[in-house]
């Protein structure tokens, strides 16, 4: 079966491996998010669901959770002087779980997203979704988390002065990750934009509308 | 998912709570590395004092949860057993002292707690998980390493075991419980490993330039380990990586093996 994906959009087997740690399948981090082309067999997703259930097992490979993520924008390209819409993408390993941006509890680390402002790029403002509540077993009661792919929304601002080309954006989602059982250290995810200024006349094509599909404004 | 979810509701979340014992192997238990802090409340905490006592060592940090469900077991054990030479440490990974202070009253917790930094967690082969917990016999050996939490039971039946102990000789059969996970082998480092240009690799017999020359082929070499840096980087940036410590000792022995 051949099909046909954006890498930070819908679920995938090598998007699975990977968040199952194996991350020499597709290596993105820090990199543009683009569409990529990819094949799947049944023999190939029982051993992605196999490997994911390994992930399950926590502390399998020794190492820290590591959240893949990059940013999205809306249309293709920006008017300058425009808001466009973005979203930056985190992908959460199976099994673990970063906090919520407003977690249930004073004690447990904030996700959050910093973006560097780049002349003629800054971002607005940054929505974070509520979290799914999760029962653990170290807390009596549920804790708003995220777990799997994340979805936040942000919106980008083009300075009026923005002259056509193409311009670059940093930033790193923090994040502390979890599981029922232990815990790691806070750590970042590096994500990088390449936005296209163009001219006024030049009409916008929208992008990546499954992403802005899932992602909040408010 | 159902797959997923079956596999984790049958599998795997109720041998971490079943009591599983397993004789280990005795005769080739490493020391527990020597250290010296100060902890919260300005005393002096060196393990080396503790020489002759059951340690439970115990790496944490306030905003780990399940960091925090442990904590209460360890002050009952440390009640409980005190008398019969168990001294429980725990070490804060905290970036700062500040939330431990509240937290240690809060926890009402009665036995030292001292802020634990890169080199200390390097020395008991990189924390990369908490709670990590080492329980250290009267002689000094590491004889078990329990990563994530536990019950307080495992720990318990543990440290009886370790306590029957009479004298400060190996405790021979020790028995472990509760569910034995990968990275719970014990590897600590020494000093020198610590302090070397490539942490984790006692570099000491080499020459300068065979310093520079083999971290110049650590450079070249991509590290396994999912981080996407060379092998030197991860090293130096993430000490606790043991992926790429055995490549950079694989790859020493093999440079000193070609030149013997």
Not at chain 1, 116 to 137: H, I, M, N
Not at chain 2, 118 to 132: D, H, R, W
Not at chain 2, 150 to 176: C, H, M, N, P, R
Request: hydrophobic content about 40%.
């Amino acid at each position: 079966m051949i099909f046909r994906r954006p890498s930070c959009g819908r679920p995938g087997v090598r998007r699975l491996m990977r968040k199952a740690g194996y991350r020499n399948m597709v290596k993105r981090e820090g990199r543009e998010c683009a569409v990529e082309r990819g094949g799947m067999s049944a023999k190939g997703a029982g051993f992605a669901l196999a490997l994911a259930a390994m992930a399950l097992a926590v502390r399998a490979d020794n190492r820290p959770p590591q959240v893949q993520a990059c940013i999205v924008l809306a249309t293709d390209a920006v008017h300058a002087g425009s808001k466009v819409k973005m979203a930056v993408v985190a992908e959460v390993p199976p099994g673990f779980h970063i906090n919520d941006h407003n977690p249930t509890l004073e004690y447990l680390i904030p996700t959050e997203i910093k973006i560097t402002a780049s002349t003629p790029l800054s971002v607005e403002s940054v929505f974070y979704p509520r979290g799914d509540p999760r029962k653990f077993t170290f807390e009596d009661k549920p804790l708003s988390v995220y777990a799997g792919t994340v979805v936040i929304g942000a919106l980008l601002e083009v300075s009026t002065s923005a002259a056509p080309g193409e311009y670059s954006l940093q930033g790193k989602i923090s994040y502390q990750a979890c599981n029922d059982q232990a815990c790691f250290p806070p750590a970042s995810a590096p994500v990088t934009l390449k936005v296209k200024v163009v001219g006024e006349k030049v009409r916008l094509k929208p992008v990546n509308q499954d992403v802005f599909r899932r992602a909040s404004f408010k | 998912m159902v797959g997923l979810y079956l596999i984790n509701r049958y599998w795997i979340r109720p041998v971490t709570s079943l009591s599983v014992k397993a004789t280990e192997a005795a005769g080739n238990r490493v020391m527990a590395p020597e250290f010296s802090l100060t902890d919260i409340d300005g005393h002096k905490l060196d393990l080396a004092d503790y020489r002759g006592k059951v340690v439970l060592l115990d790496f944490w940090a306030t905003w780990c949860g399940p960091c925090r469900i442990e904590i209460p077991g360890f002050v009952e054990l440390e009640n409980r057993y005190r008398d019969q030479g168990l001294a429980v440490i725990g070490i804060s990974l905290d970036d700062s002292v500040d939330p431990v202070g509240p937290f240690y009253k809060e926890f009402r917790m009665n036995y030292p707690v001292a802020l634990g930094d890169n080199k200390l967690t390097a020395l008991y082969g990189g924390i990369y998980a908490m709670p990590t917990t080492f329980l250290i016999g009267r002689d000094g050996r590491i004889y078990r390493k329990h990563l994530g939490a536990s019950d307080v039971s495992v720990f318990e039946e543990e440290i009886k075991e370790l306590l029957a102990a009479k004298g400060k000789e190996e405790v021979k059969g020790f028995q472990t419980y509760g569910r034995p996970a990968s990275g719970e082998q014990v590897e600590v480092s020494t000093p020198a490993e610590v302090n070397s240009e490539v942490p984790g690799v006692d570099l000491t017999g080499l020459t300068r330039a065979q310093v520079e020359q083999y971290k110049k082929r650590l450079a070249g070499m991509k590290c396994d380990c999912g981080c996407g840096r060379n092998v030197l980087n991860c090293r130096k940036e993430d000490s606790s990586c043991q992926v790429s410590r055995k490549i950079a000792k694989d790859e020493l022995a093999k440079s000193t093996k070609s030149k013997a």
